[in-house]
Every structure is written in structure tokens, then in C-alpha cells.
């Protein structure tokens, strides 16, 4: 069975940096792509990052050049730090497996629980 | 940036169809999915590849696609299917496939 934990969530002050995790079961971590996912408190889902399969890395604008995506393929755990934080970074996290079906096709068939991250003085 | 566009608020009664809409310039062009979000709990995929159906997903929620709208439609809309749905697509005109959603469809069962 599939399973994505997420864990590291918490309150961190503005400037602050905080790292959360995204432990996997049930697949390969290394042998997917993984995204992260963040969703502002009553507001819809924003595209954080994504580590494809090969190790390459991509980010959304709002966060490129302060969070950073990377995995413990002996952990089988994906993570992603978060440096320079704002007030406007205060989301839930979301971990995700990302499926790519050819170059026109991309989806997110398993989800973790989510994580909240706090950032406030 | 490339834009999903849904609409806010879609309300049915119980049984009968409920129809949202997603548009995008690059959905002639990149599949979509769709998205079931209840209240306090993660996103769940209920279509994928416009029309697939994942396993344990219910029949009553298909896709389907025409020019620049996706649709989600529910047959027989029942009480546990009150949630946000959100679509999800690619814009692959830049040097990678960024994935881009929609702004999320607050469906209300009276």
C-alpha cells in the first residue's frame, strides 16, 4: 500500500527556516517524480517543487533560490528546506507522487497528509 | 503565467448531474486531471488523462475534454461528494513542465 507521511511542520518567525519530510512506503521514491504541494489557509493548491527520478529539480517562482527539494533515497524520504521564510509562505505542505504519462500528461495520483507551516513573530 | 480557470461555485441537488468547468489555452495540448478536496483532509485524484477513472473511484465521476475545456461531471450527485474539486494540467512552453491548477470549485449538494 501507498503511504506518504509528511512531519515538520510548526511555527517558525519570518526570516526563519524549517525543513519538512515526506516519508514513503509501498514505492521507490528514487524512481519517481516527487512534488510538494502547499495550499494557504482557506485558499487553493499552488505547485511548490518537483525532483524528478534522474535528480533534477525544479521550482515555482515565489520560492526559487529559498526552499530547497532533495531525498534520502536510503530514507526513502523526501524533504524540503525552507530558508528566508515569509508570512505569505504559511501553508499546508503536501507531499506528492507525480506521474508523467509522456510529455502531455501530468497528475498526482497519491498525496500525504499534509503538514502545516506556520510563519509569524 | 498560464492560467486554469474554474468556476467558484457549482450547487446541485441530491441525484441529479453536476458539471464543472475547467479552460485553459494548453488543454487542447496537455491532459488534465481533477482533483476531490473535503474539508480538513489532503487532495484525492478522482480523473486523470482528461476521462481515466482510477480504481475506487465511483462511476458517477467521469471527464471529458473539448478544445480548451475539461469537464468533471458527477451523475447522481450525492451528499458525500460535497467538496472543492480542482483541475490540474501542465504548461509545457517553458524549459520544463511546470504544473499549473485551477483556482478550485466549491460544490454544494442542497
Known amino acids: 500500500e501507498v503511504q506518504l507521511v509528511e512531519s515538520g511542520g510548526g511555527l517558525v518567525q519570518p526570516g526563519g527556516s524549517l525543513r519538512v519530510s515526506c516519508a514513503a512506503s509501498?514505492?521507490?521514491?528514487?524512481?519517481?517524480?516527487m512534488s510538494w504541494v502547499r495550499q494557504a489557509p482557506g485558499k487553493g493548491l499552488e505547485w511548490v517543487s518537483v525532483?524528478?527520478?534522474?535528480?533534477?529539480?525544479y521550482y515555482a517562482d515565489s520560492v526559487k533560490g529559498r526552499f530547497t527539494i532533495s531525498r534520502d533515497n536510503s530514507k526513502n524520504t523526501l524533504y524540503l528546506q525552507m530558508n528566508s521564510l515569509r508570512a505569505e509562505d504559511t501553508a499546508v505542505y503536501y507531499c506528492?507522487?507525480?506521474?508523467?504519462?509522456?510529455?502531455?500528461?501530468?497528475?498526482?495520483?497519491?498525496w500525504g497528509q499534509g503538514t502545516l507551516v506556520t510563519v509569524s513573530s | 503565467s498560464y492560467e486554469l480557470t474554474q468556476p467558484p461555485s457549482v450547487s446541485v441537488s441530491p441525484g441529479q448531474t453536476a458539471r464543472i468547468t475547467c479552460s485553459g489555452d494548453?488543454?487542447?495540448?496537455?491532459?488534465a486531471s481533477w482533483l476531490q478536496q473535503k474539508p480538513g483532509q489532503a487532495p484525492v485524484l478522482v480523473i486523470y488523462?482528461?476521462?481515466e477513472r482510477p480504481s475506487g473511484i465511483p462511476e458517477r465521476f467521469s471527464g471529458s475534454s473539448s478544445g480548451t475545456t475539461v469537464t468533471l461531471t458527477i451523475s447522481g450527485v450525492q451528499a458525500e461528494d460535497e467538496a472543492d474539486y480542482y483541475c490540474?494540467?501542465?504548461?509545457?512552453?517553458?524549459?520544463?513542465?511546470?504544473?499549473?491548477f485551477g483556482g478550485g470549485t466549491k460544490l454544494t449538494v442542497l
Open positions: 506528492a507522487r507525480e506521474i508523467t504519462c509522456g510529455g502531455d500528461c501530468y497528475y498526482f495520483d497519491y
Open positions: 509501498g514505492f521507490t521514491v528514487r524512481n519517481n517524480y
Open positions: 525532483i524528478y527520478s534522474g535528480g533534477y529539480t
Open positions: 494548453a488543454l487542447p495540448k496537455q491532459y
Open positions: 488523462k482528461d476521462s
Open positions: 490540474q494540467s501542465a504548461d509545457s512552453s517553458g524549459t520544463y513542465p511546470h504544473v499549473v
